[in-house]
């Protein structure tokens, strides 16, 4: 994650934007006011709106850990897919 002022980033905002993009990172910029303003990829934000809602319901939430817990125990059964 970086962090810039409000005031370098007028100065360069496509180089801060190209560095969003190709490092898949965040950029956090500070304004004078003490508010901070984040900038991130679609992509990026589109992911965590999914992992949000995915984890806004207590039963999804357990569900999700209970799978994932059986994916690290190798608890897994393969399928082929049925096409239509």
């Known amino acids: 994650m970086n962090v810039t002022s409000i005031s370098n980033f007028r100065k360069a905002a496509k180089a801060y934007f190209d560095q969003v993009i190709d490092d898949k990172d965040i950029l956090l910029i500070t304004r004078s006011d003490g508010q901070t303003v984040v900038v991130m990829t679609l992509d990026q934000y589109n992911s965590k709106i999914e992992t949000d809602y995915l984890n806004s319901s207590a039963a999804n939430k357990k569900h999700l850990e209970k799978s994932i ?16």
């Open 69 to 84: 817990a059986s994916l690290h125990a190798g608890k897994v059964e393969k399928h082929s897919l049925i096409e239509g």
